[in-house]
C-alpha cells in the first residue's frame, strides 16, 4: 500500500483534532501553572503565546505552501507540492514530540524553563494543522 493512503486518515484526524488539543493543552497547563508555578506572569503568558504561535504556524505554513502551489516553476506533473505537504506535517508532529520530551526529561538552570516548553510544545502542530488543511485543498483540486 502506498505511503500516501496510508497517511490519509492520521492528516484528517490532525485537521479536525489538533486544534481542540492545543487549546486543551494551554488550558489545562494554565490551571496547572496556576497551582504549582510561582510566577503568575509566566503562567498566563506561556499559554497565551503559545496559541499564538500556533494559529500563526498555520498561516504560515498555508501561505508558503499556497506560494508552491502557484509558483510556476512548479510543473502540474511535479509531486513537489505533495511532498511539501507530508514533510510540513510530519515535522510538526516531530517538533511537539521533542519539545515534550525535552520538556519533560533535559533539566535547567533557568527557573520554569520546562513549564515554559512543555507548554509551547504544542505549536509545532500549527504546522501539521496548516498542511493537512493543504491537503484537503490539494486533493479537492487534483
Known amino acids: 500500500m502506498n505511503l500516501e493512503h496510508r497517511i490519509i486518515p492520521y492528516i484528517n484526524f490532525s485537521e479536525k483534532w489538533f486544534t481542540?488539543?492545543?487549546?486543551?493543552?494551554?488550558?489545562?497547563?494554565?490551571?496547572?501553572?496556576?497551582?504549582?508555578?510561582?510566577?503568575?506572569?509566566?503562567?498566563?503568558?506561556?499559554?497565551?503565546?503559545?496559541?499564538?504561535?500556533?494559529?500563526?504556524?498555520?498561516?504560515?505554513?498555508?501561505?508558503?505552501?499556497?506560494f508552491q502551489r502557484v509558483n510556476p516553476f512548479n510543473s502540474p506533473k511535479s509531486n513537489f507540492v505533495k511532498y511539501a505537504i507530508l514533510l510540513c506535517w510530519g515535522f510538526g508532529i516531530f517538533g511537539?514530540?521533542?519539545?515534550?520530551?525535552?520538556?519533560?526529561?533535559?533539566?535547567?538552570e533557568f527557573e520554569n524553563s520546562n513549564y515554559f516548553i512543555i507548554v509551547g510544545s504544542v505549536f509545532p502542530l500549527g504546522a501539521s494543522v496548516g498542511a493537512a488543511k493543504e491537503w484537503s485543498k490539494f486533493l479537492a483540486s487534483s
Do not use: E, R
Request: glycine share 4%; proline share 2%; aromatic share 16%.
Open 20 to 66: 481542540k488539543f492545543s487549546l486543551l493543552w494551554c488550558s489545562i497547563s494554565l490551571c496547572i501553572g496556576l497551582v504549582t508555578v510561582n510566577d503568575l506572569a509566566l503562567v498566563i503568558a506561556a499559554p497565551i503565546m503559545t496559541v499564538f504561535m500556533y494559529f500563526a504556524a498555520i498561516v504560515i505554513v498555508s501561505l508558503v505552501i499556497g
Open 96 to 108: 511537539f514530540i521533542n519539545f515534550l520530551f525535552t520538556g519533560i526529561f533535559q533539566t535547567t
